[in-house]
């Protein structure tokens, strides 16, 4: 009855999170999908890590708004509302909260960009201290 119950368990979970993943607003892009999507509809990446990890390094030109302080500082990116926005954290977590806020706010174009700034820097695209 235990094996029975556990499969039953695990077998919804899978269906929620796929649910999940197909209903969301926003959508899940790789980091070579991302840089198609800025050189050819001049998509804005948002950093909504920590300063610290910011200074660590980050992608060229983004806007840099905390995960914490984004609802509070939505009004920075009102200008972006109908435009791309590629949202990204260290590893492709944060950002998915990042990502539910904007779509929440009725941002139209919103993209999280899986596996975050790590899975950028594994593609060998630049990063800057700047």
């Known amino acids: ?4 119950i556990a499969f039953f368990v695990n077998a919804l979970l899978i269906i929620y999170i796929e649910y999940g993943r197909r209903t969301a607003l ?10 198609v999507l800025q050189n050819h ?10 300063k610290a990890e910011y200074a660590q390094g980050h992608l060229i030109d983004p806007i840099s708004i905390p995960v914490k302080s984004l609802l509070k500082d939505i009004s920075q ?26 779509t929440g706010q009725e941002f139209s174009q919103v993209y999280n960009l899986s596996g975050g700034i790590h899975a950028w820097q594994k593609s060998n695209l630049p990063v800057t201290k700047r």
């Open 1 to 4: 009855p235990m094996l029975v």
């Open 77 to 102: 990116l009102s200008k972006y509302k109908d435009k791309p926005i590629i949202v990204y954290c260290a590893s492709g977590n944060r950002s998915i909260l990042g990502s539910k806020i904007l």
């Open 26 to 35: 926003y959508k899940n892009i790789s980091a070579q999908e991302a840089t």
């Open 41 to 50: 509809e001049s998509a804005i990446f948002l950093d909504i890590r920590e």
